[in-house]
């Protein structure tokens, strides 16, 4: 079946770097679009970018930028997300999620990793 | 950035009853290109409407999606015990923003 499965849980200090993959299955990995959107204890869901798993071109949010990479690597069907400067607010579980459409750049999300939390803290 | 606002923040109502959740745009959402999306705790999102009214595979009947332009609207015409949940507009019209939420509590 179709499925994303992220890795596992991170604790961090603040200055550090974070890298989370998301590991696709099921279905042809270079043909959907991948997001990955955040979400803090408690609150609503972020989106932080996109990345092109056919030929690895990616987008962020101005937030973002400078702070955000994504990878992706065909040989795994395995995308990555690298967050670095991190700082408490980025406490967080953090999802990769597929589009809905093959080959459309963003639309809504068929399919979601599970999830890996991200703590950050001295 | 176009900005979701769901409304009410909380809804309290019995299984059976019908729901009603709004999501306004603070401009038009292109195409009609917006979803929603189910969350339970502990879980990922679900996605459960594409383009404003198309229902995801696999999503019950009693879930429906109507609205354009500015006014959106999610309506469960009988909730069952297993929908009380958060629940997210997202538009992906023009870049991607998500509403901030609507909880459906057992009243």
């Known amino acids: 079946q179709v499925q994303l499965v992220q890795s596992g849980a991170e604790v961090k200090k603040p200055g550090a770097s974070v890298t989370v993959s998301c590991t696709a299955s099921?279905?042809?990995?270079?043909?959907?679009?991948m997001h990955w959107v955040r979400q803090a204890p408690g609150q609503g869901l972020e989106w932080m970018g996109i990345?092109?798993?056919?030929?690895?071109?990616?987008s962020y949010p101005q937030k973002f930028q400078g702070r955000l990479t994504m990878t992706r690597d065909t040989s795994t069907n395995t995308v990555y997300m690298e967050l670095s400067s991190l700082r408490s607010e980025d406490t967080a579980v953090y999802y990769c999620?597929?589009?809905?459409?093959?080959?459309?750049?963003?639309?809504?999300?068929?399919?979601w990793g599970q999830g890996t939390m991200v703590t950050v803290s001295s | 950035e176009i900005v979701l606002t769901q409304s009410p923040g909380t809804l309290s109502l019995s299984p059976g009853e019908r729901a009603t959740l709004s999501c306004r745009a603070s401009?038009?959402?292109?195409?009609?290109?917006l979803a929603w999306y189910q969350q339970k705790p502990g879980q990922a999102p679900r996605l459960l409407i594409y383009?404003?009214?198309s229902r995801a595979t696999g999503i019950p009947d009693r879930f429906s999606g109507s609205g354009s332009g500015t006014d959106f609207t999610l309506t469960i015409s009988r909730l069952e015990p297993e929908d009380f949940a958060v629940y997210y507009c997202?538009?992906?019209?023009?870049?991607?923003?998500f509403g901030g939420g609507t909880k459906v509590e057992i009243k």
């Open positions: 999620a597929r589009v809905n459409d093959y080959f459309a750049i963003t639309g809504a999300f068929d399919v």
């Open positions: 990345i092109n798993p056919n030929g690895g071109t990616t």
């Open positions: 401009q038009s959402v292109r195409s009609s290109y």
């Open positions: 099921g279905y042809t990995f270079t043909s959907y679009y």
């Open positions: 383009g404003a009214s």
């Open positions: 997202q538009q992906y019209g023009t870049s991607l923003t």
